[in-house]
């Protein structure tokens, strides 16, 4: 069975530092790519972030682009989201996907495997 296993949330300050992970099992990890989503209460599912099958390509929404790297380990079949100069409006509960493709995109359709989500709460 395809598991993602998102973990790395907790509560961080804004201005702060954090580094998400998910640890993937049950399929290619290397040949697929990944991706990050949150969620926001009241709100619908953002994607994130993505990156390709083996790492080669990272892609960013404009609200974290020039403070987030993703990043994945073939060895230990995890990808990897960090962020610093973390806002307030950064708090969700994130989650991260995977696709059957090597290169991902923007909508939640075009992946087939999530995780379970890991919360972010920000305080000032």
């Known amino acids: 069975d395809v598991q993602l296993q998102a973990s790395g949330g907790g509560s961080v300050q804004t201005g702060g530092f954090l580094r998400l992970s998910c640890a993937a099992s049950g399929f290619s990890f290397g040949k697929y790519a990944m991706g990050w989503f949150r969620q926001a209460p009241g709100k619908e599912r953002d994607w994130v972030a993505c990156?390709?099958?083996?790492?080669?390509?990272?892609c960013y929404a404009d609200s974290v682009k020039g403070r987030s790297t993703v990043s994945s380990d073939n060895v230990k079949n995890t990808v990897y989201l960090e962020m610093n100069s973390v806002k307030l409006e950064d708090a969700a509960v994130y989650f991260c996907?995977?696709?059957?493709?090597?290169?991902?995109?923007?909508?939640?359709?075009?992946?087939?495997?999530w995780g379970q989500g890991t919360q972010v709460t920000v305080s000032s």
């Open positions: 996907a995977a696709t059957k493709h090597s290169l991902s995109g923007t909508s939640a359709f075009e992946y087939d495997w």
């Open positions: 990156v390709s099958s083996k790492g080669k390509i990272a």
